[in-house]
T-cell receptor, first 111, second 112 residues
Framework: QKEVEQNSGPLSVPEGAIASLNCTYS??????FFWYRQYSGKSPELIMS????GDKEDGRFTAQLNKASQYVSLLIRDSQPSDSATYLC???????????FGAGTRLTVKP | ETGVTQTPRHLVMGMTNKKSLKCEQH?????MYWYKQSAKKPLELMFV???????ENNSVPSRFSPECPNSSHLFLHLHTLQPEDSALYLC???????????FGPGTRLTVT
């Protein structure tokens, strides 16, 4: 089982819709969770971090964490074509100071 | 700009060459990382330095040799690479190991 799993996509949504990106992780004791956005040919850019169960909102982005289900998601409201990118989920396992990255989900927002 | 710079941005080298990648962070962070990103694969952590000491080496071949002379600079020395080493090499830093990491723009390496 992979430590961090994401659907590779591509996920295609129309402009203005809500994009929902999902991530599951294997280490039940994980405490820290991160979402990165990576445009083609660029490096990953940190969007959000979340540490507690529930929702965390930042502008059009909402991260949702459910530790019991070992599931973290990212919602993008009012999706724009500029949101088209690969979104990477990263998890810091229990008793480990390093992040484990998923392979990423490619999102396309169509005008 | 994230405050992490990398040079060169692109590098083409033969299998017998020796080259070095440089990373510099202007964020006052105490941990620095080297990652390898190949197509369709997750980011692979290569090396971690915390307070200038190497704390992790994830079974990376010896043809990759890191160096961290101070908390702001990180190097990756390359020698006798293989074509399968062609990838995007990313440097990152964080305030403390395990916290939010900020990436540099990467070096696109091609080994011919």
């Amino acid at each position: 089982q992979k430590e961090v799993e994401q659907n590779s996509g591509p996920l295609s949504v129309p402009e203005g819709a809500i994009a929902s990106l999902n991530c599951t992780y294997s280490d039940r004791g994980s405490q820290s969770f991160f979402w990165y956005r990576q445009y083609s040919g660029k490096s990953p850019e940190l969007i959000m971090s979340i540490y507690s169960n529930g929702d965390k909102e930042d502008g059009r982005f909402t991260a949702q964490l459910n530790k019991a289900s070992q599931y973290v998601s990212l919602l993008i409201r009012d999706s724009q074509p500029s949101d088209s990118a690969t979104y990477l989920c990263a998890v810091r396992p229990y008793n480990n100071n390093d992040m484990r990255f998923g392979a990423g989900t490619r999102l396309t927002v169509k005008p | 700009e994230t405050g992490v710079t990398q040079t060169p941005r692109h590098l083409v080298m033969g299998m017998t060459n020796k080259k070095s990648l440089k990373c510099e962070q202007h964020l006052g962070h105490n941990a620095m990382y080297w990652y390898k990103q190949s197509a369709k694969k997750p980011l692979e952590l290569m090396f971690v330095y915390s307070l200038e000491e190497r704390v992790e080496n994830n079974s990376v071949p010896s043809r990759f040799s890191p160096e961290c002379p101070n908390s702001s600079h990180l190097f990756l020395h390359l020698h006798t690479l293989q074509p399968e080493d062609s990838a995007l090499y990313l440097c990152a830093s964080s305030q403390i190991q395990g916290y939010e990491q900020y990436f540099g723009p990467g070096t696109r390496l091609t080994v011919t």
